[in-house]
């Protein structure tokens, strides 16, 4: 499955909204449960990545409110509804539906 | 507090093995399977191997595939990648990261180790 995000790069004044989109080659949703099997990750300068969704659109623990993410099957988008400095990042999406797991190319975050 | 610790790394001639560590804590690792994730210089991520919360099961990506060995000892808490015949292509930042049992995301990483292969 390849996962493709768009765009590359993006440039948000503070305050404002960022939007993120991926798509994958395959569908990620899992009948039998009704799941997406696609996660967001979130890495800063010279930092690991850290999970910030999973399941599409289940923020992970202690993640911030203005970073929601959405879609189903092929297309998906996280989208940080105030950027703040500390959100300057590069996102990655990510499929867990089937072996091997594949990331997207990533998205650069700035600031304007 | 989850902790993951990679060792290991470090500059390999091309054709030289080398052999990554991970070290768990603050979870019950046996009940995660565990995986390797590489990032080259300036580049994104990639995915390299998975191993099964038992160790019997493993995963590889088709480029290291052959070359490249996941293992764990559960009664230590770590997680191994042995790398042989190695390229310089294969120069980048090795991750551990965990996963709860299943088709989970990657919820914890560690903080990496780096690998260079050059002459």
């Known amino acids: 499955i390849v996962m493709t995000q768009s765009p590359d790069s993006l440039a948000v004044s503070l305050g404002e909204r960022a939007t993120i989109n991926c798509k994958s080659s395959?569908?990620?949703?899992?009948?039998?449960?009704?799941?997406?099997?696609l996660a967001w990750y979130q890495q800063r300068p010279g930092q690991p990545p850290k999970l910030l969704i999973y399941w599409a659109s289940t923020r992970q623990s202690g993640v911030p409110d203005r970073f929601s993410g959405s879609g189903s099957g092929t297309d998906f988008t996280l989208t940080i509804s105030s950027l703040q400095a500390e959100d300057v990042a590069v996102y990655y999406c990510?499929?867990?539906?089937?072996?091997?797991?594949?990331f997207g190319q990533g998205t650069k975050v700035e600031v304007k | 507090e989850v902790q993951l610790v990679e060792s290991g790394g470090g500059l390999v001639q091309p054709g030289g093995s080398l052999r990554l560590s991970c070290a768990a804590s603050?979870?019950?690792?046996?009940?995660?399977?565990m995986h390797w994730v590489r990032q080259a210089p300036g580049k994104g991520l990639v995915w390299v191997s998975r191993i099964e919360s038992d160790g019997r099961s493993t995963y590889y990506a088709d480029s290291v595939k052959g070359r490249f060995t996941i293992s764990r000892d559960n009664a230590k808490n770590t997680l191994y990648l042995q790398m042989n015949s190695l390229r310089a292509e294969d120069t980048a930042v090795y991750y551990c990261a965990s996963t709860l049992g299943g088709y989970n995301p990657l919820d914890y990483w560690g903080q990496g180790t780096p690998v260079t292969v050059s002459s």
């Open positions: 603050g979870f019950t690792f046996s009940n995660y399977w």
């Open positions: 990510q499929h867990y539906y089937s072996t091997p797991w594949t």
């Open positions: 395959h569908s990620v949703l899992y009948s039998s449960n009704n799941k997406n099997y």
